[in-house]
């Protein structure tokens, strides 16, 4: 079974571009989370999506940030107009939802450098 | 509200020792516990969980946590630890009754094993 795929893994953008993340969750998972990391950092949460809906978008910056989960196809983090302290590492995790211990399968990441 | 603290930022251990990383949580319900490793440049590994039961939880890579109701903990042990054990390991908490499915992170501890 192939686990939650995240492409590119590496991603460079100037200044002012925008950065466009994909996360592929694990066959069957409805509910995906993303999360921001910088360097010998913990984890901050972002963005929690099921299939269409954004439960909660609480972590995530109010500008130049969104996500989307659509009914086909895998979920987006869109960066607009990137700054260098959007530069970290953007891990995607999913859940099958029915699991009562909520456990969290995660992709790879990818990792933004702004230049 | 629920939080989770792992108190300290980095642990060393020598090699063959036994190593212990601490964590404590704060839920209102009953708590579903999980411990991640994260190896350099690499996405987040699930290595066990306490659901429910026996206290005392096995899992990957010959790790081990107790959860203790009464302390709020559930600290990672294992009895003998590998230079390879060297990596980063976080703590999450979800409360069984959240039906969000979202888990509360710790800080992260730094785990260094020395030849």
């Known amino acids: 079974n192939a686990g939650v795929m995240q492409n590119p893994r590496h991603l460079v953008r100037r200044r002012g571009q925008e950065a466009r993340l994909r996360c592929s969750p694990v066959?069957?998972?409805?509910?995906v989370y993303w999360y921001r990391q910088l360097p010998e950092e913990g984890l901050k949460f972002m963005v929690y999506?099921?299939?269409?809906?954004?439960?909660?978008e609480s972590g995530m910056p109010k500008e130049r940030f969104s996500a989307e989960f659509p009914k086909e196809g895998p979920s987006i983090l869109r960066i607009q107009q990137v700054v260098r302290g959007d530069s970290a590492a953007y891990f995607c995790?999913?859940?099958?939802?029915?699991?009562?211990?909520?456990?969290?399968?995660f992709g790879p990441g990818t990792r933004l450098t702004v230049t | 509200a629920q939080s989770v603290a792992q108190p300290e930022d980095q642990v060393n251990v020598a090699e063959g020792n036994p190593l212990t990383v601490k964590c404590t949580y704060s839920?209102?319900?009953?708590?579903?516990l999980f411990w991640y490793v994260q190896y350099p440049n690499r996405g987040l590994q699930f290595l066990l969980k306490?659901?429910?039961?026996d206290n005392l939880v096995k899992g990957s890579y010959g790790f081990e946590a107790e959860f203790n109701k009464s302390q709020t903990s559930f600290h990672l042990k294992k009895p003998s630890a590998l230079v390879s054990d060297s990596a980063l390991y976080f703590c999450?908490?979800?409360?069984?009754?959240?039906?969000?499915?979202?888990?509360?992170w710790g800080a992260g501890t730094k785990l260094i094993i020395k030849p």
């Open positions: 995790a999913s859940s099958p939802g029915t699991a009562a211990s909520g456990e969290q399968y």
């Open positions: 066959k069957g998972h409805s509910h």
């Open positions: 999506l099921q299939k269409e809906n954004i439960i909660d």
């Open positions: 839920v209102s319900g009953n708590p579903y």
């Open positions: 306490y659901i429910t039961g």
């Open positions: 999450a908490v979800r409360d069984w009754r959240d039906s969000n499915y979202q888990l509360i």
